[in-house]
Every structure is written in structure tokens, then in C-alpha cells.
């Protein structure tokens, strides 16, 4: 890969006034040495301070892009992937459970190794990684287990939150979930698409739930049913480029 490829760092902003401006001055701090390198935030809907915030502290991104309706995490990633044409995706959430200090490691794997797709784990190295509720880290075994059955890798950790992937990759117009879920079915995309794919340890900084963490048992199924679903569609797209050819 060259040298100087774009690293285009996607922050998804639904209300998070009290972290957003944190998150960009770490990610401003933290990344000098990525000089070709575009912060793009997605509006996500914004109905607290942070939109006042963002628009006052401008020198601070690259580009703002406004939904003007709450779409997800998933629905503002295809939003900002239709505003990127070229180079590489990560998507950095707009608190500070993932430290931006890593950005520049892995984006020197990327370069050093010609990778890609890389994604983080939370469940292996020498990491520092917070305690996990055992019910969080039971079920993110368990979608682990069905993608890696289902995908035929080994993968230790489908739901970190950082993962670097080449655009090329990915044509958002084939993305249907617009949540939390829509990791697992961009993650499929990329292993169908992708023969070098890695996987490196990840520092962890996770919520409480009274710091605000959302995610619940319930979001088990939905990840499931859009690994399940996603491939058998890859798959008909597969049988029906071989029967043309």
C-alpha cells in the first residue's frame, strides 16, 4: 500500500455533548503523525448541545455531515461512506471507550503489512482492557462463534469497535441495517471481498451502564440474523455472477 493512502476516521454523533469535542482534540492530538488523513461527523439528529458544539469548534474536522433525522450508528456509517470515494474507514465512536493514541499503530500495520482489513480485538494480548459484564462477554462470544462458523475465520472478537478497511471493499448501496447491528453485516461484506485480513489486541475502555452504555441482551438476535441473512445473500450474488459467466 502507498505510504500516503488516505485514512479517512468516521465519528457517528448522537448526543454525546459531555465526550464529542474530547474524542476530536484526542483524535487531533493523538494522530499528527497521519499526515493524509480526513475526520469526517455524521449529525446523527442531534437534539442536545452537541451540534452547537461541533459547529464551534469547526477547525477540529474535516467535514460535517448532517442526517437531519436519527438514522444509527449504521445509517450514519452508509451516510459518510456516500461522502468517501477513496482510502481506507475507520469508524471512532463519539466517547472514549476506544483510545484514538492507537489510531497511529494500526494504521502502521495497515501500511507496513499491506492490509486490507484490520480488526481489533478486545479478548487477547496485552492490552489494558476494563472488566467486562460477563453477560456482554458471554453473548459477544456467542455472535463471534456463529460468524466464525459462518464465515469459515477466527476471529476472537467481532464487536471491537476499531476496524480499518480499504473503501474499495465496500459499496454502501448493499448495506440494509442502519444500528448497532450493521457491524456484523459490513464485517461479512469484508471477509467475502478481502484475502488480507487481520486481527491485533486493542486497549479497552468500556462504559457502565450508568455512564451510559446502551447495549442490551436483546441485540443478539438482530447481530445473528444479519450474519445468517447477509450471506446467504452473498451467496445467490455468487451463484448468479458464475451462472452469467
Known amino acids: 500500500m502507498k505510504s500516503d493512502s488516505l485514512l479517512n476516521i468516521v465519528i457517528p454523533v448522537f448526543n454525546e455533548e459531555k465526550t464529542t469535542i474530547s474524542v476530536l482534540n484526542r483524535l487531533n492530538n493523538e494522530c499528527k503523525s497521519i499526515k493524509n488523513k480526513k475526520i469526517i461527523v455524521v449529525d446523527d439528529g442531534l437534539y442536545d448541545k452537541t451540534s452547537y458544539l461541533l459547529k464551534k469548534n469547526s477547525k477540529l474536522y474535516s467535514k460535517l455531515i448532517t442526517s437531519g433525522k436519527n438514522i444509527g450508528k449504521g445509517g450514519a456509517v452508509i451516510l459518510a461512506l456516500k461522502h468517501i470515494n477513496t482510502g481506507y474507514v475507520l469508524v ?26 484490520l480488526l481489533t480485538s478486545r479478548m487477547f494480548g496485552s492490552a489494558l482492557t476494563r472488566v467486562h459484564y460477563f453477560w456482554h462477554k458471554l ?23 476499531y476496524i480499518i478497511f480499504n473503501r474499495r471493499l465496500i459499496d454502501e448501496k448493499n448495506l440494509i441495517f442502519n444500528g448497532w447491528v450493521q457491524q456484523a453485516e459490513i464485517l461479512t461484506h469484508l471477509i467475502h471481498n478481502s484475502l488480507k485480513i487481520y486481527e491485533t489486541p486493542i486497549s479497552y ?41
Open 92 to 117: 471512532q465512536d463519539a466517547d472514549l471507550e476506544y483510545d484514538p493514541s492507537e489510531i497511529p499503530r494500526l494504521w502502521n500495520l495497515v501500511n507496513d503489512y499491506d492490509i486490507e482489513v
Open 139 to 161: 453473548g459477544n462470544k456467542l455472535i463471534t462463534f456463529l460468524s466464525n462458523i459462518t464465515n469459515n475465520t477466527t476471529f476472537t472478537d467481532i464487536y471491537s469497535g
Open 205 to 245: 475502555n468500556g462504559r457502565s451502564y450508568l455512564e451510559g452504555k446502551k447495549i442490551h441482551a436483546g441485540a443478539i438476535v438482530p447481530v445473528v440474523f444479519s450474519i445468517f441473512w447477509t450471506n446467504i445473500k452473498l451467496f445467490f450474488v455468487k451463484l448468479k455472477r458464475e451462472h452469467v459467466i
